[in-house]
């Protein structure tokens, strides 16, 4: 449920609910807090859990109870890991009563919220927010939808708040998030100052210069993996590492496609400077890209890494390419695309044939990355084919008494 507006309520499951009612459930404490990236909030939900205990003891002193948190979570949105878990939890019919600190805790979206309490209701699990509801009180039932309501206004109200903020540093060319690959930030007396990182300079200048001799994306890929050639996201690691600051994120050793093509188009390298390039619909809603015309551009704002000459030229080249069909066209289908997965990396397997090979499934990172990052693995179209057919005289024979019963109802 990436976008909420939608209004997807698969996440509830009544019918599963009732299958698998038990006599002996516990009650479960939830927690949330939204912004935590470093840690710095966890005693929120440690104080959350201790005002929720404490409830336990005085009211439900011989129950069993647990508790389930969802650390650095908006509460608009209800594909929460902790959250999923407690779906688990109420669909398994273990949970007799849910206990969170308010009703903010348990989300801050007003319709998604209002139905996750009464399917709840309606399938005997009672619900407390400590500070404010309590679902087999019916005086708090009357105002479920102005609190619920008042939650979520408070979420839009900071959003658009911040939006504001951020637009206005954005029409000033205020530098906002981490710079392209090929740049650091340095704090001076001035404030930040967008400077070239001449260790990954050295990486974009030979991306384009590699292109221009003809190389393709693909190729260029390769060759940076397999000579080792520090990533984007290796070097930001080692960045923030300098500065004394961890990074969450696993860094990949291996060059991208996306990547490459990424920095052969961004013209940051030439010194222009672009602000509100993308902007969201909504709340944790997917971002999307602003019109080139409706951007904020300053040129000549920091000291580049590739002349305009050369950016312009490779340019031209990508424009060519992705007009004169190059690739051409598919001519046929095929049958196992998106089925079958390496059992290695668990990439999907890339069809790959031509005049003189027959149609054969081989690992797609292998295909992108080479060797370097996953083996081969080929294995030819009409050996899956005769496992298929293989597999369905199985079923055939195994099921005949079925398969003559459906075809009996269907005639």
Not at 48 to 54: A, V
Not at 87 to 99: F, P, R, V
Not at 121 to 136: C, H, M, N, Q
Not at 153 to 174: L, P, Y
Request: hydrophobic letters at 30%.
């Amino acid at each position: 449920m990436s976008e909420q507006r939608a209004f997807d309520f698969s996440f509830y499951n009544s019918a599963k609910f009732f299958a698998n009612v038990k006599p002996k459930t516990m009650i479960v404490g939830y927690t949330r807090v939204s912004v935590d990236e470093d840690g710095s909030s966890y005693c929120s939900i440690i104080n959350q859990k201790s005002i929720i205990e404490e409830r336990i003891r005085k009211e439900f002193p011989d129950s069993e109870y647990m508790f389930i948190e969802d650390d650095n979570q908006s509460g608009y949105k209800f594909n929460r890991p902790g959250f999923a878990n407690l779906m688990t939890l109420i669909e398994n019919g273990a949970c007799k009563t849910i206990i969170v600190k308010d009703l903010s805790r348990l989300g801050r979206h007003n319709a998604l919220t209002q139905l996750f309490i009464e399917q709840c209701k309606g399938d005997g699990i009672r619900v407390i927010a400590l500070d404010d509801y309590d679902s087999t009180k019916e005086s708090d039932d009357i105002i479920l939808g102005i609190k619920t309501w008042s939650n979520e206004r408070t979420v839009k109200d900071a959003s658009a708040k911040v939006k504001r903020v951020i637009t206005h540093k954005q029409q000033d060319g205020t530098w906002l998030c981490a710079v392209p690959f090929g740049y650091r930030i340095e704090n001076d007396y001035q404030g930040n100052k967008i400077v070239i990182d001449e260790k990954s300079a050295k990486t974009v200048r030979s991306i384009f210069n590699m292109y221009l001799s003809g190389m393709g994306l693909k190729k260029i890929s390769i060759y940076l993996t397999e000579n080792k050639v520090q990533t984007s996201s290796e070097r930001y690691v080692e960045l923030n590492a300098e500065r004394g600051r961890s990074v969450k994120r696993r860094p990949s050793s291996n060059w991208r496609v996306s990547v490459i093509q990424m920095i052969l188009k961004n013209d940051f390298y030439i010194g222009t400077f672009r602000t509100g390039k993308y902007t969201r619909k909504s709340i944790n809603g997917n971002d999307k890209r602003i019109d080139t015309s409706e951007q904020h551009v300053f040129p000549n704002h920091h000291e580049p890494i590739i002349d305009k000459e050369v950016f312009d030229k490779v340019q031209e080249m990508i424009s060519f390419k992705n007009t004169s069909c190059y690739r051409g066209v598919r001519k046929r289908e095929n049958l196992f695309s998106g089925i079958c997965k390496c059992a290695d990396c668990g990439a999907p397997m890339y069809c790959n044939w031509n005049k003189t090979v027959k149609p054969q499934y081989v690992c797609g990172t292998h295909h992108r990355l080479n060797k370097a990052a996953c083996s081969r693995h080929m294995i030819r179209e009409k050996t899956l084919i005769d496992v298929a057919i293989g597999y369905l005289k199985i079923m055939r024979n195994k099921c005949s008494d079925s398969i003559a019963l459906i075809d009996k109802e269907v005639k």
